[in-house]
Each structure stands twice: as C-alpha cells, then as structure tokens.
C-alpha cells in the first residue's frame, strides 16, 4: 500500500487573450511529476518560486484541480472522488500555511479558528468543543487561557502555532507545510521545527515540507525532491541530494547556499562560478532541444536524477 | 590607525514617541564604518538594527522620533544639518538599498526615470548624459538588456531585476557610502548568491563603506569584514567576521548560532532562545538586557550596569554574563514559552 502517491500531475493554468478571451496558451505549473510518501517520513519539495511546489502541494489537498494525473492517498484515487466522497479525506491531509499573519482571521477568536474543522467534520457541544481546543493548544505550548484571544495579540511563532493546532484537530495523517516558517525569525524558526518534528513522533504524521531554504529541508527532511520550472529535476535521500548531487541545477542551487565558515568564502564563490559556468556551457547536456527538463531516470535504488 | 574612520556613529540614542512619552529603540550605540569595509549589523526582528540604519540616513518622522548621539559622516554631523542640508548627502554620497525591491520603486515610473532622479538632484548633468550613465549602470549591475529595461515599470521585472535596479539607483552617485537594508531577504538563494556577488564586485570597484543589515548569519559570512550584534537596542558583540564565527561570545550571539538549521551539519535539535524580543515598552533599562531570556544563567553572573569588554584585539564583548555561560543541557526543560 502506498501512503500517498503522485502519478504524472499536470497543472496547467490558462492564458486567456486576443478575440473573446479565448485559451491562447498555457502556463505549465506543474508539468508531469511523479513521486511517493511513505508514512511517517518528511518529503522535502525544494526549488525558486515559480518552480510549482506551491501549486504541487495545493493540488494534493484538493485547493487547484489537476489537469492531469493522478493522486492516491492510501490507496484511493483522489482525483476520481466526487466533491462529496472527497470531502472525508479532506479531514486526513491538513495544511499549515507560510505566512501566520495572513493566514488566520483576524476577526475570530482563536477558539473559533481552532474549532472552524471540528465543526466541520464532529458534532460536539460547545463545551466538548472547548476543552478539545484547549487540549490542542497545550499541545502546541500555548495556554489554554488564550481561547478568548485574538490573532493580533499573539507573536509571530505563537500565531504560526494556533496555524499548526487548526491543522492537527482532526487527527491528520499527511500534513502539507507550505514554507512554515520563512515568515518567522531565525529564533522562532528554532522553535517552530522542534515543534514540528516533535508532533511528527507523537502522532506518526507525515509531512510534505515545502521549503525554498535548503538549510532547514536538511534538518527536517528525510527524502528530498528538487523541482525546477514545474518539473522534478533530482530526488533521492537528503544524504545523497546534498553529498552527491548530480543534476546541474541541483549543483547550483547548493553552491547558492550561503556558506557559514567566512575562512572559505572566497573557494566558495570560485566554486559557485564554476557551478553557474557549466550550467551555461553544458545547458544541453541537462536540458533537451526545447529547453526540457527531462524524465527521471533511477541511478541507484533511491536516487533519481532527470538527464536523458 | 590615525585615519579617520568614514563614518562614526558616536552614543546614538533613537527615541520613538509612543503615548507621550519617549522609548529608545537605539540605545547609546557607538560605530566606526571606515573606507572599503562591509560591517554587518545582526540580530533578530526588533532588536534596533533597521531603526539605526534609518537614523543614519536621517529617514524617520521628526516629529515623533528623537535623535541623540552624533553622527559624523566625513567630519561633518548630520544630525545638525537642516532638511535641505541633508538632503546633498541622500542619495548622493550616501546611499541605500531598501528590502523589498517592490515596495521601494515608484509603480508608475520608469526604470530609467526612477535611475536619473537622483542624478537631476545631485549632479549637473545634460539628459543624454544621464542617459548614457543609466544603461551604464543597468549594465553595470548585469541587467541583460539595458535599452529595454529602462523604458520598462517595475512591474515588468521579475524579484531578482527589480532589487539589481534598486542597487542601480542606491549607486547612481557614486556613494562613498551605502546602507543595504535586508538587499536579499524578498529572494530567491539563486538570485541571493547572485546579487551578493554582484554587491561585493560593486564594492571592490567603488571602495565604498558599506553598513549590511541582516538576520542571516550566512549572509554575513559571505559579504562582511567586521560584525555588530544587536540585541534589544544595543550593540552586544563587536568583532571582525572571523573572530566572530570562530569565537562568538556573547550568550546572545552563541544562541543565535545554534539556532540556525546550518546546511553544513544535521543536528537533531536546534536551540530555542526563550521568550521573544521584548517590545520597545517593555524593555529592561537596566541590568543586561539578555538576562531575561537566559534565566539559568545566575544573577550574579551579570553586571549591573553592563559595558562593553575588549576580550581581545578588536573584540568587544557586552556584560560578564560570557564567562558564566553555558547552554541548557537539558532542551527539553525549556520547551515552549506558555504565554
């Protein structure tokens, strides 16, 4: 059985143009991506904005539709379900949202942004309702005083947090973090994926982490998925994505990694420009007549790296 | 060295007006920047860093901020200076790169406008000259087609174009000297490493002093020759970038070190400062400023009115508490701050 499995994903958006806004043409989101979780492990989806992990993550949880392909989650063909059988599984896959500022109401407590899924999917009394919420939210290390609160009166990695509750009240399987925490400072950030990988253990999540920060995909992440305009590039394990990466753009987008030891920065630039010398001369080599990125190919048994 | 430094920040008090009464969000900080040398200025969100760089360049409400201190740019303090006064400096032989590359260029003008602006009010210059001086410089920060992009809106260019048009402008003049405000923080790690070499030759060609306000410490690795930290409206650590990195001392410095995910090794837990920056309101004025975040630490240990230590050539450390410091063993004794 496989947890969640992504076949051939197609997200295309129209352009509309010229005489009664006809199609014209397409813009490929997302353009043929295959790749699968396993339960209880965190799959990292790396790449510049505009690479299409946003889209990718917002397609499984139902928020775009696909154009093409398909999506099992335990099993199950999301992308066939009606509107009304897929609405179950909406309880199974959570997500946690990049900005904590946007993301919740600033017009409702944090009880009623906590208990807004409960009251979806669970018939409680308000009372049952209530002690729910405060257990969630001593979960993520806030006080259970803070139901009557609003969004404003809480810092930056307590709000990303009430985002993380709302997420995990009913209980997910898969949770998909889009950029969790590039909105928060270096500190919070500290504290925010302690947490996460915290609640991973406790309750077997797993996690489509989304991330555009190669630093904390290497922390958190167990296999790590490169994306490069809207198609995966390189995917294998975070030792050999980040010790022996073999796809071009993956070089690169290492050798832009900021290097922590200042005794080496000026090898580390030369080897950048080294790194961004060959993705120009040897443009062909990793990218076909039309500027493709080409399928994946396995090279070991974990390891898929996308030349021809 | 007897040489004078470039610019020399001398006890700068910044004072916000919140309900009356006057808070410093900058709190006695003395600096030297001098000629061809790029000092960071770290720390975390509120700590004082954007609000020093804005009291540089003198760009807050003057009628709810209080500027103390000297600020002496070549000799001459600006802070004395009348509006128009200052204004023969701004943009002219002191520059700055602004974070958000969208929000710091005029939707409805062109590039080439927005470019020439500083030129009009600076230099004496006919329109072809400043026009021939634009594609120069769009060139010169690797902007592929010049011609084109200086008819273009900001709107027209991707995040990475827009911030190379906003260094563009900041070094229209020639600055001498130059504040880069967060210059990457809105981008991509591809156009980061990019714009930061760019920033670096810029600066190698020009000889300029460069102040760079940041939060990344792998940035600051990358660009700077010497670093401040600030915590809380106070600088807490002062040394060149390698002693720093090698040797950082200041419990607040050590901390921030080892909550950074670092892409080099993969600890299972990262360390956790507790508590938040405390808000301008609440801010302790006396005792170290830090103490509070670090409460296993004995009282003791700090000092009371806390100056800062030259611990060696060049390195400058605030309070006593270093010596007495040490993480808690235990992480999971200090887990979530319950508010």
């Known amino acids: 059985m496989t947890f969640l499995k992504v076949e051939n994903l197609k997200v295309y958006y129209p352009v509309r143009g010229g005489f009664f806004r006809r199609v014209i043409d397409h813009v490929k989101a997302v353009d043929d991506i295959t790749f699968e979780l396993k339960e209880g492990e965190t799959y990292g989806l790396v790449g510049e904005s505009g690479c299409g992990k946003t889209t990718t993550g917002r397609t499984i949880i139902g928020l775009n539709r696909p154009t093409a392909g398909k999506i099992f989650f335990n099993d199950i063909e999301l992308t066939k379900l009606k509107r009304r059988d897929f609405y179950q599984y909406r309880k199974d896959i959570q997500m946690i949202f990049q900005d904590p500022y946007s993301s919740l109401n600033p017009r409702k407590r944090v009880l009623d942004i906590i208990a807004e899924p409960i009251r979806n999917f669970e018939k409680l009394s308000p009372n049952e309702e209530k002690t729910k919420v405060m257990d969630v939210l001593e979960k993520v290390g806030l006080s259970p005083e803070s139901i009557y609160k609003y969004p404003h009166e809480f810092s930056g990695g307590q709000r990303q947090r009430i985002g993380i509750a709302r997420a995990l009240t009913l209980n997910p399987k898969l949770i998909i973090a889009d950029e969790p925490v590039s909105a928060l400072d270096v500190s919070v950030q500290a504290q925010v994926l302690n947490f996460m990988k915290d609640i991973q253990k406790e309750f077997n999540l797993t996690y489509l982490f989304i991330s555009h920060d190669l630093g904390i995909i290497r922390h958190m992440c167990d296999r790590i998925g490169i994306m490069y305009r809207g198609r995966l590039v390189e995917e294998g394990t975070k030792d050999e994505i980040f010790e022996y990466p073999q796809h071009i753009y993956t070089k690169r987008l290492l050798s832009s990694i900021p290097q922590m030891n200042p005794e080496e920065r000026i090898q580390h630039t030369a080897f950048r420009r080294k790194v961004n010398e060959e993705f120009k001369n040897n443009y062909d080599k990793y990218f076909d007549a039309e500027g493709k990125i080409f399928d994946l190919k396995p090279i070991s048994e974990t390891h898929s790296v996308a030349l021809p | ?339």
């Open chain 2, 1 to 339: 060295m007897t040489k004078q430094p470039l610019l020399q920040i001398k006890n700068l008090t910044t004072s916000f007006r919140i309900h009356d009464e006057y808070y410093a969000a900058v709190d006695n900080v003395s600096l030297n920047v001098n000629e061809n040398e790029v000092l960071a200025i770290v720390g975390e969100s509120g700590c004082g860093k954007s609000a020093l760089a804005l009291s540089i360049m003198r760009l807050h409400n003057e009628l709810n901020t209080k500027l103390e201190g000297e600020v002496n740019f070549k000799g001459q303090n600006l802070l004395t200076l009348s509006t128009a006064e200052m204004n023969r400096y701004r943009g002219n032989e002191m520059g700055m790169i602004f974070q958000d590359p969208l929000t710091a260029l005029n939707p409805l003008m062109r590039i080439g406008q927005q470019i020439e602006e500083a030129m009009k009010n600076h230099l004496n210059l006919s329109d072809a000259e400043m026009k021939a001086r634009s594609l120069e410089l769009l060139k010169k920060v690797g902007i592929p087609n010049p011609e084109r992009t200086y008819l273009q809106f900001p709107h027209e260019l991707s995040g990475g174009m827009r911030q190379r048009v906003v260094i563009a402008i900041a070094i229209a003049c020639e600055p001498k000297f130059l504040i880069a405000d967060e210059p990457t923080t809105a981008l991509d790690v591809t156009i980061q490493a990019q714009i930061l070499d760019l920033m670096r030759e810029l600066q190698k060609q020009m000889k300029t002093g460069i102040i760079l306000i940041t939060h990344d410490l792998g940035v600051v690795a990358e660009m700077a020759d010497r670093v401040a930290v600030m915590y809380a409206g106070e600088i807490v650590e002062i040394a060149d970038v390698y002693t720093l990195f090698s040797n950082p001392l200041h419990p607040y410095t050590r901390s921030l070190f080892n909550s950074i995910p670092s892409a080099a090794e993969g600890s299972d837990r990262l360390h956790v400062i507790q508590g938040i920056v405390p808000s301008l309101k609440n801010l302790p004025r006396t005792g170290c400023r830090f103490a509070s975040r670090i409460p296993w630490i004995k009282e003791s240990a700090h000092e009371i009115n806390p100056t800062l230590h030259e611990v060696e050539k060049n390195h400058w450390v605030r309070c006593t508490c270093y010596q007495d410091f040490h993480f808690p063993d235990d992480t999971e004794a200090v887990k979530y701050d319950i508010s």
